[in-house]
């Protein structure tokens, strides 16, 4: 009788863990520019493309109008929608340019960093003597980050970023998703 049991708790288990296995799937839901300072850098454009239910990037180009810029930080956190929205799990301060140049970065900063590494030319050290461009950033590739390595419950999410340069705010974007 016990082996029968045993048996039917590791099938259990096993059906369990392998058969019932929930895919959640990120999605953009909208992006917002805004330039702070327009007489250090305007956005030529910054929109949410959808080709069809389930191909949709990103895509956005900044004007950066005094070059060089040698002094640059990010500010970035992450907000859940509830009554608004409301901090949650990150916000943090660093320093773009030390950041890049680290062999050995900050693997929270490192995580959010890779969003934008495949799809931008924000993939070098300082001084930036040209204007900053995402490409067709793609939801795909976050999929895989915030779904299979760090587990986030589902809701509605937005991913801000202020630009610092010379410690002043210049721009902010806004990236709104859902997890499902």
Not at 66 to 73: E, N
Request: hydrophobic content about 40%; proline content about 4%; charged content about 20%.
């Amino acid at each position: 009788m016990t082996v029968k049991w045993h048996f039917f708790v590791a099938f259990l288990m096993f059906t369990t863990y392998y058969l019932a296995e929930v895919y959640a799937l990120v999605e953009f839901t909208n992006v917002q520019c805004e330039s702070l300072d327009k007489d250090f850098a305007l956005f030529e454009y910054c929109y949410l493309k959808s080709v069809n239910r389930s191909y949709k990037y990103c895509s956005l180009k900044v004007k950066l109008l005094q070059l060089p810029v040698t002094k640059v930080k990010v500010r970035f956190g992450l907000y859940k929608r509830l009554n608004g929205y409301i901090p949650f799990l990150y916000n943090m301060t660093l320093d773009a340019c030390r950041f890049l140049k680290s062999a050995n970065p900050n693997p929270i900063a490192n995580f959010f960093y890779s969003f934008f590494k495949e799809h931008s030319n924000i993939n070098h050290t300082c001084p930036y003597t040209h204007d900053i461009v995402v490409d067709q950033m793609l939801y795909n590739h976050i999929n895989n980050k915030v779904t299979k390595i760090l587990p986030f419950p589902e809701g509605s999410y937005m991913f801000e970023v202020h630009w610092l340069a010379y410690d002043i705010d210049r721009a902010i974007t806004k990236f709104y998703w859902s997890l499902t």
